[in-house]
């Protein structure tokens, strides 16, 4: 059982910064994989970027690549996304999710109740 609370969200214009935060709670921090997901209005909710459980693996979508990254911090059982050059197209609401990591293709199974992210030209 793991809770996740994101945090960081916000209005912003084209081409700044903004770090978005997720807290865990519940079960040991490092030993689940975690992810990041977006949903913009009348889309489906799609994958932003994944980190496995030491933090040395990563990998994004290729319409944030170069962009966003994500990091770890297992002591702090907190898990990031830096987003620079936001574009408008990045307008979602943004999720953290986490699965055991041993689970290599199965879907994530907890999730974040998301925070906004708006993105104005």
């Known amino acids: 059982q793991v809770q996740l609370v994101e945090s960081g969200g916000g209005l912003m214009q084209a081409g700044d910064s903004l770090r978005l935060s997720c807290v865990a709670s519940?079960?040991?921090?490092?030993?689940?994989?975690l992810g990041w997901f977006r949903q913009a209005p009348g889309k489906e909710r799609e994958f932003v970027a994944r980190?496995?459980?030491?933090?040395?693996?990563?990998s994004y979508a290729d319409s944030v690549k170069g962009r966003f990254a994500i990091s770890r911090d297992n002591a702090k059982n907190t898990v990031w996304l830096q987003m620079n050059s936001l574009k408008p197209g990045d307008t979602a609401v943004y999720y953290c999710?986490?699965?055991?990591?041993?689970?290599?293709?199965?879907?994530?199974?907890?999730w974040g109740q998301g925070t906004q992210v708006t993105v104005s030209s």
């Open positions: 999710a986490a699965k055991p990591r041993d689970v290599v293709a199965g879907p994530y199974e907890y």
């Open positions: 519940g079960r040991t921090f490092s030993d689940y994989t």
């Open positions: 980190i496995n459980w030491s933090g040395g693996i990563t």
